[in-house]
């Protein structure tokens, strides 16, 4: 990345055919093939970027939160390299990341700004306040938002990543065959909580085998994608009435849900503000969107030392130890 805007190389090493054979992701599996790949993968990309590692200025490494075995990989990986070509090391918040994913297709967007944040582990409203400065407006209390697509399409018999391909399948469903409720988290108007509609779509799905019916995947599907998709804007629309905001961004893996994209559009509209995507090449988790953030953190001088560690867990408004 250059300048935390210009893609020089995008390189990801997709995962997926692996973990089809288990219906998700096991970590032991995710750590192993992050293993085996990483090197190559940092090799194309230096190659395609046609940059040899003396011209780099830092190396940036996603250091949490995530699943810890293939977090350790990459941060042990990253402190070789910075340690073997004298660079800086800059750890870098994944959420941090995905929410840079739009500086890379969006030029002109700068904070602030208020963000939706969806991916398979995280759903958060949060507040953009500059490139290194957030505020956390709500959060998932259960189940986030790509978890709770994944484990319906799972029921649904569908392949992993459920969230995808659920997408697909429910393209030309009626979202209106099934009612679903509209979950509140009483007290905290910007929190979410997907655990009654997955366990109401686990129901229908039970019921209808026990009476020997089926269910429709693309009704059921499409039903159930508006009323997760409901839940966020509804949220976000309470967030941007909070923060007076006029950009609206969104991010993650769940960003490239082709119902919530339409809905967003719909929504800023309405509003009269500014929707920001990422391309959805850069929706799921690429380096290209750590490299992003990697240089406003660069620029901010959070920098690690060699000390640096992976952590499963960490907010986002966190800083990580400079020594
Ligand atoms: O950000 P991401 O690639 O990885 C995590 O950080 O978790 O997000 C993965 C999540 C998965 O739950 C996947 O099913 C979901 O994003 N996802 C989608 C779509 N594409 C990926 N969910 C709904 N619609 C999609 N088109
Ligand atoms: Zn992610």
């Known amino acids: 990345m250059e300048d935390g805007r210009k ?72 402190k070789g390299l910075a340690y073997s070509s004298g660079l800086p090391i800059v750890p870098v ?22 963000a939706l944040v969806v991916s398979g582990g995280h759903s958060h409203l949060i507040r953009v306040n500059g490139y290194t400065d957030f505020t956390v407006l709500g959060r998932t209390r259960d189940d986030a938002a790509g978890e709770a697509l994944d484990k319906a399409a799972r029921a649904m018999g569908l392949d992993y990543p459920g969230g995808a ?18 979950p509140r988290v009483d007290g905290s108007p910007l929190d979410f909580s997907f655990s009654g509609l997955k366990t109401q779509v686990l129901n229908t799905i039970n019921s209808a085998n026990q009476r020997g019916e089926t269910v429709s995947v693309p009704d059921l599907g499409a039903s159930y994608i508006k009323a997760v998709v ?54 799921g988790d690429n380096a290209a969107m750590i490299g992003a953030q990697g240089f406003y953190e660069f620029t901010s001088g959070h920098t690690a030392s060699l000390r640096l560690n992976a952590k499963a867990t960490m907010e986002i408004d966190a800083a990580f130890p400079a020594e």
Do not use: W
């Not at 893609?7 to 992701?25: C, P, R, T, Y």
């Not at 940059?51 to 250091?63: E, G, K, Q, S």
């Not at 909070?242 to 969104?250: A, E, L, N, S």
């Open 230 to 283: 409901d839940c966020l804007i509804k949220r976000a629309e309470l967030a941007l009435d909070m923060t007076g905001d006029g950009k609206f961004v969104i991010a993650g893996g769940v960003s490239a849900n082709s119902v919530l994209r339409r809905r967003a559009a719909g929504m800023c509209e309405k509003r009269k503000i500014k929707l920001f995507m990422p391309e959805l090449r850069f929706c």
């Open 7 to 78: 893609v020089l190389s995008a390189v990801v090493a997709s995962q997926i055919q692996e973990h089809i054979k288990f219906g998700g992701v096991v970590p032991e599996i995710a750590s192993r093939q992050h293993t085996e790949n990483i090197a190559d993968v940092v090799a194309v990309a230096m190659r395609t970027a046609a940059l040899d590692y003396d011209m780099l200025d830092a190396v940036a490494v996603t250091a949490a939160p995530g699943l810890i075995g293939a977090l350790l990989v990459g941060v042990s990986f990253a």
């Open 93 to 114: 918040h994944h959420l941090r990341g995905h929410i840079a994913s739009n500086y890379i297709c969006h030029p002109d967007l700068e904070p602030p700004f208020t």
């Open 165 to 182: 391909n659920l997408d697909k399948a429910a393209k030309d469903g009626n979202d209106r065959a099934y009612e679903f409720p509209h």
